[in-house]
């Protein structure tokens, strides 16, 4: 019979949270994925409303001086309408006394209703070449032109100089402008005309191409005859005066419905309207034109795709020659890139408003630690400032161990060379590694072994609270070195009796490498910085697991340290506040803890802090409206914590979207500028924190660069924490791999 294996041997049961988070890990992934998902969307929701804007990079360029050598001479000395009909560039002119009404760059929310009103007063049609990206923000004024008669052409999707483009992005304009069309008014149309062209004496060589390829794919090119240059604004007589065409001959007219003030078009438009008939002339549309040519050549000569028989020109009862019902994919395809636009057009005005609450709150945040912080430490160090009767009574000093073989001696002998009388309780939580035996093997004086089978850390720190012979107690992790005073300056706040517990000063041991940089530069600027705040305030929310010290009549009045949530530290703070204690700040008692150095093993360590965060808020919700010491914490501490700790770096990454967005669509100097101004005031605060810290300011040159990574972390970390909360997902205690490098600082710890 084969004998039973030793305990230490057998795997050790799972705890009540493990087991809890062992029943939720199928869903760990799907949340992931969906924190991802969701930054993905608003990603892609701004990347597409700069997109609208036509503002990406410096694609709106004019090419000009450029040869004509492969132009036919037909085609530069022809009339303003090309089309390839069997693949043969052929040009129609518009007929004597007539003129065609073009509107570039719309459609526009102000000044297009207005144009339209003034054709529709004169009952006059105009043939609108509008621009993709407009279209699908205001898919309406589309549909609207539409049904009231007037025609439709294609001006590309971002108002691009296509001469420039290549053959494939030629097509892209035109497909993503037409898939505009067909969401917001259900056509498609043959008629295009391209960015910053003119008459058809001015095309070259580099358009020329661009014209060879849509004509091939069925589109009829319009050019102008007559250029009101009402963009230039030269007052109503200059405009007619230019949209005028000479000696009776047709005309097709530009005029523009967007692009800035139109107010002189809109005047203009119906004094030209006026005098025009007064002379005798006519108004159609591009395929009126084209129809009537034909008609008067006995049913042949040049009109392309848009010639086709159609509506007579001034009606808006038919659908013009030139448009095309679009069905089947086109039709859907249309719809969703409006539905896009309607969300990437809400979010980004939402985002907006977001970024100024959110850079009020961190602004307001820094504004206020400076204050507070500055405030506390004169308090603290001024000469009359004092808790009481000096504390040197012995306290215990309690150590939670699981596995801490690295680090154990490193922490037991820098507690042994505590200057303050100590007893050290070591408690084993079932470690497999050893630890107890080496503990017991150090002949430490004052250090005692309690094992236990693996319960968590909470089972571990409340059985060396009944354990411990001294009524203050001092938890400290296995993986921290405390200085020979810390003890001795942690305690002394409990002169004072309303005093229920005191938070030390946990510093990062392992800062020479990036990784430890940026958490020493977090622990002294977030954390400390945070603490003299809360401090003062007298809602303090965490002492660290790192270095605590209690009273330890006022840890069993809260009911000891509870397993309810993965942020034990946080969850017995709340609760002394809550049972009537004052919990206090001690920046002279120092501790060096091991921080983790992988960004796999802080993503875990962080994610825990914050959900568990998040549990012992929830926990103690009911403190929002108690009264006394607990109301205080519920309605001052609760808020500042929540919108401090959750809500404002949930919402930052707005700072970084923002900076890239407005890097890549807005102003890249001035970006950069903002964003170089948020960072001086992050250090401006930093130096200042490390200045009441003493320390070296050397490692806030590691800051920039923490602003690229270290930071965009612990967004996404805080993010995939609110997700798996929103979601009622639990987390088991995931105990980082320590090294045992953190060893007692030399000189003054720096």
């Known amino acids: 019979m084969t004998a039973a294996p030793p305990a230490r041997g057998r795997r050790r049961a799972p705890t009540r949270i493990e087991r809890a988070a062992g029943r939720a890990a199928a869903l760990h992934r799907p949340r992931v994925l969906l924190a991802l998902l969701l930054l993905l969307a608003l990603t892609c929701a701004m990347l597409l409303d700069g997109y609208l804007r036509a503002e990406v990079g410096d694609d709106q360029r004019v090419r000009t001086g450029a040869s004509s050598s492969e132009v036919p001479d037909e085609v530069l000395e022809g009339g303003p309408i090309l089309g390839f009909p069997g693949g043969q560039a052929e040009t129609t002119s518009v007929p004597d006394r007539t003129i065609v009404l073009t509107f570039d760059d719309g459609p526009d ?3 297009t209703p207005k144009v339209m009103e003034v054709l529709e007063e004169y009952d006059v049609p105009g043939t609108f070449f509008v621009v993709g990206s407009m279209v699908s923000r205001h898919p309406g004024i589309v549909e609207d032109l539409v049904d009231r008669g007037h025609e439709i052409g294609v001006h590309t999707f971002t108002h691009v100089d296509l001469s420039y483009q290549s053959a494939s992005r030629v097509t892209r304009e035109m497909e993503q402008t037409q898939l505009a069309l067909a969401g917001a008014a259900g056509i498609t149309t043959t008629l295009f005309r391209a960015p910053y062209s003119s008459g058809p004496d001015a095309v070259d060589n580099y358009s020329w191409q661009v014209y060879q390829q849509l004509g091939e794919e069925g589109y009829t090119s319009v050019f102008i005859d007559t250029d009101s240059e009402d963009w230039k604004e030269p007052g109503v007589a200059k405009i007619v005066e230019g949209a005028t065409p000479e000696d009776g001959e047709g005309a097709s007219v530009l005029f523009h419905d967007s692009g800035g003030d139109r107010t002189q078009t809109v005047e203009a438009l119906a004094e030209y309207i006026e005098e025009m008939r007064a002379q005798g002339y006519t108004f159609t549309t591009v395929s009126g034109a084209m129809a009537e040519q034909r008609q008067s050549a006995g049913g042949s ?14 009606t808006g009862d038919q659908l013009q020659a030139s448009h095309r019902p679009a069905t089947g994919t086109t039709l859907y395809e249309g719809k969703a890139l409006l539905a896009a636009v309607a969300v990437a057009e809400w979010t980004v005005p939402a985002l907006s408003a977001g970024l100024a609450i959110v850079g009020a709150a961190v602004l307001g945040r820094f504004g206020l630690m400076l204050v507070l912080a500055r405030r506390h430490h004169r308090q603290r160090n001024g000469r009359r400032f004092g808790w009481g009767p000096p504390v040197t009574r012995p306290v215990s000093v309690i150590v939670p161990a699981y596995n801490e073989k690295e680090c154990i001696e490193n922490t037991l002998r820098s507690l042994a060379g505590s200057t303050h009388p100590i007893e050290i309780v070591v408690v084993d939580d079932g470690s497999t590694d050893g630890t107890a035996e080496l503990a017991e093997g150090l002949g430490l004086p004052g250090v005692r072994v309690i094992r236990q089978e693996n319960a968590g850390k909470p089972a571990a720190l409340n059985h060396g609270i009944r354990s411990a012979r001294h009524d203050i107690v001092v938890m400290v992790d296995g993986d921290t070195v405390f200085e020979p005073d810390t003890v001795g300056r942690l305690v002394q706040a409990f002169a004072d009796p309303s005093v ?34 809360y401090d003062l305030l007298r809602c303090m929310p965490t ?43 001690e920046e002279h008692a120092r501790a060096w803890t091991e ?48 919108l401090f700790q959750i809500v404002t770096p949930v919402c930052a990454p707005l700072i970084d979207v923002f900076t890239v967005y407005s890097m890549l669509f807005v102003d890249f100097g001035a970006a950069l500028l903002a964003w170089l101004a948020v960072l001086g005031v992050q250090l401006v605060c930093a130096a200042y924190a490390f200045r009441l810290d003493r320390e070296k300011y050397r490692y806030l040159l590691m800051m920039p660069l923490q602003q690229f990574a270290y930071r965009q972390m612990m967004y996404l970390v805080l993010i995939h ?3 798996t909360a929103l979601t009622g997902g639990r987390l088991r205690w995931q105990k980082l791999k320590r090294t045992g490098e953190v060893g007692m600082p030399a000189g003054t710890g720096r």
Request: proline share 5%.
């Open 500 to 533: 229920g517990a005191v938070a030390g000063n946990a510093k990062v041991g392992n800062r020479s490498t990036l990784i430890g940089a940026w958490q020493h530069i977090e622990y002294v600027m977030g954390f400390n910085l945070d603490r003299r705040m």
């Open 109 to 111: 929310p102000t000044w």
């Open 543 to 585: 002492i660290p697991g790192a270095i605590g010290a209690f009273r330890r009549e006022a840890v069993l009045q809260a009911g000891g340290m509870s397993e309810d949530t993965l942020a034990e530290d946080t969850d017995i703070t709340i609760a002394l506040h809550r049972a009537g204690w004052r919990v206090v700040y």
């Open 595 to 642: 921080a983790p150095r992988s960004l796999r093993q802080l993503w875990s360590q962080r994610y825990r802090w914050s959900y568990g965060t998040m549990q012992a808020l929830w926990k103690h919700r009911r403190s929002l409206t108690d009264k006394g010491p607990s109301g205080r914490f519920g309605r001052v501490g609760m808020p500042l914590v929540v």
């Open 301 to 314: 000569g040049a009109g392309g795709p848009g010639a086709a028989a159609g509506a007579p020109a001034g």
């Open 721 to 723: 924490s609110c997700v």
